[in-house]
């Protein structure tokens, strides 16, 4: 079993920047591809990064490819999310996810992850 703890979400002004970290516990985390997902009010949940369990791949969308960075750190349980030039558009509650089979490539599907965070709130204002 894993936990996943979301952290670093706040209001930020428009070009600004954040860092979302998630930690997890449970034996299985360096094992394991982890993803962030997003939420805004009305709209359905959707991918913005993903990496494995190595950090030797990563996926992220493309509307957000140059402005954000996943990145993780095995030896303290931890994927990250640095998020620059931020703008309106990315206010949602951000969601940290675990794949629970070891070793696999990083998802962009929801359905591929087990394990989730509570979320984040990023609020962007102009």
């Known amino acids: 079993q894993v936990q996943l703890v979301e952290s670093g979400g706040g209001l930020v002004m428009a070009g600004g920047s954040l860092r979302l970290s998630c930690v997890g516990t449970g034996r299985t985390f360096d094992s394991a591809a982890m993803g962030w997902f997003r939420q805004a009010p009305g709209k359905e949940r959707e991918f913005v990064a993903a990496?494995?369990?190595?950090?030797?791949?990563?996926n992220v969308v493309n509307f957000v490819k140059g402005r954000f960075t996943i990145s993780r750190d095995n030896a303290k349980n931890t994927v990250y999310l640095e998020m620059n030039s931020l703008n309106t558009e990315d206010t949602a509650v951000y969601y940290c996810?675990?794949?629970?089979?070891?070793?696999?490539?990083?998802?962009?599907?929801?359905?591929?992850?087990?394990?989730w965070g509570q979320g984040t709130q990023v609020t962007v204002s102009s």
């Open positions: 990496i494995n369990w190595n950090a030797g791949i990563t």
């Open positions: 996810a675990g794949d629970s089979s070891p070793y696999r490539d990083p998802s962009s599907k929801y359905y591929d992850y087990t394990y």
